[in-house]
């Protein structure tokens, strides 16, 4: 007789159980946010300190994540959404480029402002590889939404012209540009400037007709 081909084993759902993981995880999420605008030195930055402040074992935080790179990415996104980067999408999506532009300004204009850990995270890139290669990254998607705007606003502009301008707004909205306005200056007047500035940037375009 044939052997009867045995049946996969079912995974179990527990909603319970699900929802449990996913407060782990925002309290992980949220102890390591807590943690990196508290300490000194970003050495001190590990994935037992954060399980300690989480109130967590290192096991639970690994099963979490993976690796403190993972966390950190995490966060990163956490930090990202507290402080309104995901009005990014919609602010890409409004025809005008002049528009979009001042949007995207004042949408990073805030949150460079929104909480100390974004600036530990930008003071910190030369003192930790991990930390540096994704502040990278991410800045590095901000010159691309950048560049999206100004092709797809400017396509029969010269190449030099348009990757010129890409270069002053990809500044304009950098986290060290705010930080030199800062001293003497309220937010509104900070992100009023680099609004004005990325607009001029963006004006020299327009001597190349389409």
């Known amino acids: 007789m044939a052997n009867q081909p045995q049946q996969a084993k079912r995974r179990y759902h527990s909603p319970l159980r699900e929802a449990a993981a996913a407060g782990t995880r925002e309290r992980v999420l949220d102890a390591g946010v807590a943690l990196l605008r508290d300490i000194d030195n970003i050495s001190a930055f590990t994935l037992d300190a954060v399980a300690k402040a989480a109130g967590v074992t290192r096991l639970t935080v690994y099963n979490?994540?993976?690796?403190?790179?993972?966390?950190?990415?995490?966060?990163?996104?956490?930090?990202?959404?507290?402080?309104?980067?995901?009005?990014?999408?919609?602010?890409?999506?409004?025809?005008?480029?002049?528009?979009?532009?001042?949007?995207?300004?004042?949408?990073?204009?805030?949150?460079?402002?929104s909480d100390p850990a974004v600036q530990r995270l930008n003071d910190t890139v030369m003192l930790d590889p991990e930390i540096e290669r994704s502040v990278a990254a991410r800045h590095e998607r901000r010159r691309r939404l950048l560049s999206v705007i100004v092709e797809r606003a400017f396509p029969h502009a010269p190449a030099g012209s348009r990757r010129d301008t890409v270069d002053l707004l990809f500044l304009l909205t950098a986290p060290q540009t705010f930080r030199a306005l800062l001293p003497g200056r309220e937010l509104s007047q900070i992100c009023g400037l680099l609004g004005d500035a990325a607009l001029d940037a963006l004006h020299r375009l327009k001597r190349f007709p389409g």
Do not use: N
């Not at 956490?78 to 979009?100: K, T, W």
């Open 64 to 113: 979490q994540f993976g690796s403190r790179l993972a966390l950190i990415e995490a966060m990163f996104d956490r930090i990202a959404d507290l402080g309104g980067l995901v009005a990014l999408r919609q602010a890409m999506e409004l025809a005008d480029p002049e528009a979009a532009i001042g949007e995207i300004v004042r949408i990073f204009c805030t949150f460079w402002a």
